[in-house]
C-alpha cells in the first residue's frame, strides 16, 4: 500500500513561511491534495490537484509537488494558521484513499 | 454551498452495532461519492470506504471488511454507515465526506464520536 510520509511537526514564527512536506514514492507523478483541521474540528480541504486552491481560501496557501516529495506553503503566517495539515492522494492501484500522518502546524 | 449533517454522540458497548447518518445538501446528492473516514483520539485520518450513491457500488477497507456496511438513500439525500462487533479501539471521530469526480475529498461532514466501552 502506498506510504506517505509527514514530518510530525512544524514551528513558525508569525509572518514567516511554513513549509509542509509530504513524502512518496514518486508522488511527483499523482496528484496530491491537502486538508487543514483545526483543533476540534473538522477537516477542511485547503489545496487540490497539486497546487489549486478552492475558492475562499486565502492566496497565502500554495502547493507545489515534483520527484517524491509535496510541498504546502503557508506564506504570511498567522495564528489562525494552527492546526494539523494532511496531505491525501488517490491510490488508484489499492482503489482507495491514503491520508498522510499528519503535521501539526505551531504558531510560535 | 455543499453541507453534510451527520447525527449525534454515540456511546455503545462492545460487541454492539452503530448506524451514523449523513444528510447531504446543496448538491446533486447522486452525482458524487461518499467516503466515510474515521479519526481515534489523538490520531490521523483513517479511509474506512466508499459508496456510490447513483449504483450503490461499494468500497470497503480491507481491515472493516465483514464489519462495516456503507448504504445510501437517495429519495432523502442520506448516506448511512454501519460498523458492527465494536471494540474499544472503534472509539472515534466518524466523518462522512464528499468526494470530487476528479477523486479527491472536497467537503466533510461535522463529524460523529463514536465511544465504545463497557
Known amino acids: 500500500s502506498y506510504v506517505l510520509t509527514q514530518p510530525p511537526s512544524v514551528s513558525v514564527a508569525p509572518g514567516h513561511t511554513a513549509r509542509i512536506t509530504c513524502g512518496g514514492n514518486n508522488i511527483g507523478s499523482k496528484s496530491v491534495h491537502w486538508s487543514q483541521q483545526r483543533p476540534g474540528q473538522a477537516p477542511v480541504l485547503v489545496v487540490y490537484h497539486n497546487s489549486d486552491r478552492p475558492s475562499g481560501i486565502p492566496e497565502r496557501f500554495s502547493g507545489s509537488n515534483s520527484g517524491n516529495t509535496a510541498t504546502l506553503t503557508i506564506s504570511r503566517v498567522e495564528a489562525g494558521d494552527e492546526a494539523d495539515y494532511y496531505c491525501?492522494?488517490?491510490?488508484?492501484?489499492?482503489?482507495?484513499?491514503?491520508f498522510g500522518s499528519g503535521t501539526k502546524v505551531t504558531v510560535l | 454551498q455543499v453541507q453534510l449533517v451527520q447525527s449525534g454522540v454515540e456511546v455503545k458497548k462492545p460487541g454492539a452495532s452503530v448506524k451514523v447518518s449523513c444528510k447531504a445538501s446543496?448538491?446533486?446528492?447522486?452525482?458524487?461519492?461518499i467516503n466515510w473516514v474515521r479519526q481515534a483520539p489523538g490520531q490521523g485520518l483513517e479511509w474506512m470506504g466508499w459508496?456510490?450513491?447513483?449504483?450503490?457500488?461499494?468500497k470497503y477497507a480491507q481491515n472493516l471488511q465483514g464489519r462495516v456496511t456503507m448504504t445510501t438513500d437517495t429519495s432523502t439525500n442520506t448516506a448511512y454507515m454501519e460498523l458492527r462487533s465494536l471494540r474499544s479501539d472503534d472509539t472515534a471521530v466518524y466523518y462522512c465526506?464528499?468526494?470530487?469526480?476528479?477523486?479527491?475529498?472536497?467537503?466533510w461532514g461535522q463529524g460523529t464520536l463514536v465511544t465504545v466501552s463497557s
Open positions: 465526506a464528499r468526494e470530487d469526480i476528479t477523486m479527491f475529498i472536497d467537503s
Open positions: 491525501q492522494i488517490w491510490d488508484s492501484i489499492g482503489g482507495h484513499y491514503v
Open positions: 459508496i456510490s450513491p447513483y449504483s450503490g457500488n461499494t
Open positions: 446543496g448538491y446533486a446528492f447522486i452525482n458524487y461519492g
